[in-house]
């Protein structure tokens, strides 16, 4: 049976994280939500699912995964459940640890970046806190990215590269490579600057872009573009 | 030989959720920062391990675990980690990424409770963030507080109780009890109003507090009181 995953259409989000893992492993999977309603698909069949009365355990919000009978909540929940299933995880169990401190680490960093659009509150309008998301993304990128980024370096060297675990490619690298899109999406300026002291982390990304699978994926119209709508925004006024 | 988990002294933090899994299961360990520097223990052994060359994967920040040579990164990956050795988690093992989804869902909540007091950057001063800081503490306590409880009240509700998986106690309801601790003393006159909607999150609360594990160590001085260098914090200016 395919795997079932579950993701607002329209943006890449936080389950672009996933499509990233199963795209790369050439996974047998369905975007319910991007799916057409006549096929029983659609955002309706996914907010039935997160409502269902016989869901034992539903997720709070999207991204959620179906396998099978099992609902798995949370990208990084996500990845570690997928990571050894699509051979993207080491083999090593012990290290599946180390590969999801690293995955939630950069989930903390992805928060990071959706919170310099909205500092004060998702439900408010970027519009209505566009003062204080200024000084957000100033911090941002001058202290929280190059801290982050030269984290992320650091790994890659200490492990012997090329990738954050070593020889293999894991899901973590997909979610880097994913970083580094973003960043580079919402923050040219800011990024370009950041990017010249972290060769590593930009080595792990052309890596990951010359991949078969993600670059069908990529130049695919599964792969939606960058928008504001989603976490990454290009707010020209926030990149310094 | 003895766990060892590393996390600052003098505050609860995001320390304190894998500490109280350790204490609940009356595990054999070591906290290296609270240590004496006579014992090779304390702060600065923290940060050499974090600096360490000779560590293949170091952390990013605190907390983290050391079981023999894995080090283990990030709260919600500690828990997952000890869960089935300390008997704290589902021991059918596609449910411990159902108690994995909570887990990383309460640590959500944290980050936004985190962020009720340093809503512009971490590394400003409260005071110097005090009118967002409102802001965003009344956008917390008016949507998100009711929003996330609700959530956990209804997870309770469908695993049919008393605790959040069911019949037997998960690390994930040492954590809720320990996010009702916190938002209590952030918030008193919010979170009263609050309760009064999830009585099921209060009682799995009161379970918790009842155990003994949790009550000798409550009573104890390894129990750090809440304080405001942690994540939550007494402002009352905040509290609706």
Chains 1, 2 share one sequence.
Do not use: C
Not at 140 to 150: A, H, I, M, T
């Amino acid at each position: 049976m395919s795997l079932e995953l579950y993701y607002w259409d329209g943006l890449q989000g936080r389950g672009e994280f996933v499509r990233l893992a199963l795209e790369e492993a050439g996974a047998d999977y369905v975007e319910v939500a991007r799916g057409e309603a006549s096929e029983g698909l659609g955002t309706r069949t996914m907010m039935s699912v997160m409502k269902s009365k016989d869901e034992p355990y539903p997720p709070f919000a999207p991204p959620f995964l179906k396998d099978g009978d099992l609902v798995i909540a949370q990208t990084a929940n996500i990845l570690f459940y997928l990571g050894p299933r699509l051979n993207l995880a080491p083999s090593v169990e012990s290290l599946r640890y180390v590969a999801n401190g690293l995955q939630l680490t950069i989930a903390d960093m992805v928060t990071e970046a959706h919170d310099t659009h909205h500092p004060l509150a998702s439900g408010l309008y970027y519009e209505d806190q566009k003062a204080e998301a200024k000084t957000y993304a100033g911090h941002f990128l001058k202290e929280r990215v190059p801290k982050y980024l030269s984290y992320f370096d650091g790994v890659v060297a200490k492990s012997g590269g090329p990738y954050l675990m070593g020889r293999r490619i894991s899901y973590t690298d997909l979610s880097l490579f994913q970083l580094v899109e973003g960043l580079r999406y919402a923050f040219p300026k800011g990024m370009a600057k950041a990017e010249r002291k972290v060769q590593r982390v930009i080595e792990v990304h052309e890596r990951v872009s010359g991949r078969e699978g993600i670059k069908a994926y990529v130049a695919s119209d599964r792969r939606i573009p960058f928008n504001e709508d989603g976490i990454f925004r290009h707010y020209p006024e926030l990149d310094a």
